[in-house]
């Protein structure tokens, strides 16, 4: 099993900058690969960024492509979402998710593929 809890979340401006961390418990995530969704209210889930376990590979809706940056650091069994440049169409829940990967460099789009999931941590953006 594998435990995942998300912070970094909260309130900013249009054009501003948040950093949420996704910190892994009971198991190292290493062999791990991550991935960002978020669900804005009355919408369905959406995928955001994805990396692999080797951190060799990234992947990211184009929605967020050049504005948001998904790295990990595996000693620490962390993940991250740099996001710079916010507008409110990025106000959601953000999640993390973890999905035990055979290949260390593949990444994964589709929520399905995931096999753990934080709880999620709420990014509102103001105009």
């Known amino acids: 099993q594998v435990q995942l809890v998300e912070s970094g979340g909260g309130l900013a401006q249009a054009g501003g900058s948040l950093r949420l961390s996704c910190a892994a418990s009971?198991?190292?995530?290493?062999?791990?690969?991550m991935g960002w969704f978020r669900q804005a209210p009355g919408k369905e889930r959406e995928f955001v960024a994805a990396?692999?376990?080797?951190?060799?590979?990234?992947y990211y809706a184009n929605s967020v492509k050049g504005r948001f940056t998904i790295s990990r650091e595996n000693a620490k069994n962390t993940l991250y979402l740099q996001m710079n440049s916010l507008t409110p169409e990025d106000t959601a829940v953000y999640y993390c998710?973890?999905?035990?990967?055979?290949?260390?460099?593949?990444?994964?789009?589709?929520?399905?593929?995931?096999?753990?999931w934080g709880q999620g941590t709420q990014v509102t953006v103001s105009s």
């Open positions: 998710a973890a999905k035990n990967a055979y290949y260390s460099n593949s990444v994964f789009s589709r929520s399905r593929d995931y096999d753990y």
């Open positions: 990396i692999s376990a080797s951190a060799f590979t990234t």
């Open positions: 009971g198991r190292t995530l290493s062999s791990y690969a």
